[in-house]
């Protein structure tokens, strides 16, 4: 099934009810059918997922509705387009133990737009914490992952690894840094 963009130049709003009509008499019919989609995208485009003998039959009874304006048809296809991931790290080192260091990175995020995707603790003191972060100002999204190891008594490590669209991934580095420098660590 190919997917079609329909785009119509429409004179008055009389003429877009008329299309409008075609367009759920079709969206429904198909619904019942389970077979093909039609569904408005804008006020004059449309997006028709039909094999080719149904949108020549829907595009005549367009044609039929439609007085003025010109009706122009595309074949379209999804194109999944990924912005380039910058991967930022840090290395920070707590005075503190692995509890009180998670519980530390727990409030940090929680001030931020995040999701705590996963949190495994491996060996007593060992642990990993998944995060999705949406960074404001439209900047995109990161996930990050720490690492946190305490490596004697007393002192943790965290490898924290934030990996997004290029500024969000900058940004959010420079906000932890920010964060972190009210606190008695050693960031690296």
Do not use: C
Not at 139 to 155: A, D, H, P, S, T
């Amino acid at each position: 099934m190919t997917t079609h963009i329909i785009v119509m130049d429409s004179a008055d709003d009389t003429e877009k009810k008329r299309v409008r009509y075609v367009i759920d008499k079709w969206r429904e019919e198909y619904k019942r059918k389970r077979k093909g989609k039609i569904g408005e995208v804008k006020a004059i485009v449309v997006k028709a997922d039909l094999d080719e003998g149904e949108v020549s039959d829907f595009l005549e009874e367009l044609y039929s509705k439609v007085s003025a304006g010109s009706v122009e048809t595309y074949k379209a296809e999804i194109e999944r387009i990924e912005p380039e991931k910058r991967v930022e790290s840090l290395k920070v080192t707590f005075k503190d133990d692995l509890k009180s260091v998670e519980k530390l990175i727990s409030f940090i995020f929680s001030k931020k737009n995040t999701i705590l995707r996963e949190h495994r603790y491996l060996r007593d003191n060992f642990s990993e914490m998944e995060y999705g972060v949406y960074m404001r100002k439209g900047k995109g999204g990161v996930n990050v992952k720490i690492v946190l190891r305490e490596e004697q008594v007393g002192e943790t490590t965290a490898d924290i690894r934030l990996e997004g669209a290029e500024e969000a991934s900058k940004s959010l580095k420079d906000e932890l840094i920010e964060d972190l420098s009210y606190f008695n660590v050693k960031v690296e």
